[in-house]
C-alpha cells in the first residue's frame, strides 16, 4: 500500500496531489490518502476517482490553516500505524515542506522531484530531478519505507471512470505545541481568485524589459485568453509583482499550453519553471536572448509596442 499526502487549502484541493496519486497508481493498486485539517473532509470521497480507496482526515484543534510541521507529524504518525511500502507528496513547495518534516519525524530520508519511482524490499530506486531539472539523478534510497515527492507535470492526473467515492477515517494526530510554533494565523491582503498559476493552460509572463508600469497589457491579454499572469525572478526582487505569479526554480513550475514570455532573457532559474509548456512565445526586443532558443515562436520587437497590438488583435478576433 502506497499513502500519499493531499494537499489542500482551506478546503480547495491543491490539484498538483492528483498526479503525486497518478504516480502512486502506477506502482501499487492499492492507493491511501492522507488529508490534515476538517476542511479536508468534503475533499476526500472524490479522490477515490483517482484511485484513493480510503482518505484519512486528521483533525486537530490546532490544525485550522497550514502548519507544516504538525502536518508531517500527523502524516508520519500514521504511516507509522498502516506500515504503508511508500509514502508520497506532489513536489509543490507544500509538499516538499510537509514530507520533508515528516521523514526528518522518523528518521529516514528523502527523496524530492522524482519522475520514476521503483520499490524494493529495503531499498528502492528513483530518478530525480537536479540542478534545476537539467540534470536526471539516478539513486537508490535505503530505507524501509520511502518518503518522497513526485516532479511536477510528469505524471498525467486522470481520473478513473466508474470509481467509488473514497471512504473517509478521520484520525486525530498527537501534536505538541512544538509542532504548532510555525503555521498561518492570519491573512491579509486580497485573495487569490482566478486561475491558478500552476493550472492555468495560458500564462503571460512579464520580465524586467516590461517594465514596473507596463504588466496592464500582459493582464488584460492572460484575461482575454482565460490565464494569467507570471513574471520572472528580478520582477518580484524589484517588488514590481508578487511571489505568488513568480515562475521559475524558486518560484512556481508551470506546464500550461501556451506559455507567453515578454521581456525575460531566459535565465536557467526561470527556464527550468517553464520548460515543460507545450508551447512558448518569446517576445523581446534581443534577438540574442537565451529564451528565445528554447522559444517555438519569437517575435522581435519592444514590448510597450508589441503587447498592445497583440491584445487588439486577440479581442477583434473574439468579436
Known sequence: MILVYVDHDRGVLDELSLQALAAARGIDADVQAVLIGVDAVALAPRLGEFGVATAHVGVHDGLTDYAPMAAGRAVSQLAERLQPTAVLAAGSPRGNEVLAHAAAIMDEPFAADCTSITLGDGVSEVTRYRWAGNVFEEARVHAPMLYATTALHVFAADPQSGSAPAAIVEFAPDLTPADLAVRVLERTGGGG???????????????????????????????????????????????????????GQTGTKVAPDLYIAIGISGATQHIAGCKNAKTMIAINSDPDATIMSFADYAVIGDAATVMPAIVEAVRAAKG
Not at 520582477?235 to 515562475?247: D, Y
Open 193 to 247: 481568485g482566478g486561475v491558478s498559476l500552476a493550472e492555468a493552460k495560458v500564462v503571460v509572463s512579464g520580465g524586467r524589459g516590461v517594465g514596473e508600469a507596463g504588466f496592464g497589457p500582459l493582464e488584460e491579454l492572460a484575461e482575454l485568453l482565460g490565464g494569467t499572469v507570471g513574471c520572472s525572478r528580478v520582477v518580484t526582487s524589484a517588488g514590481w509583482r508578487p511571489h505568488a505569479e513568480q515562475v
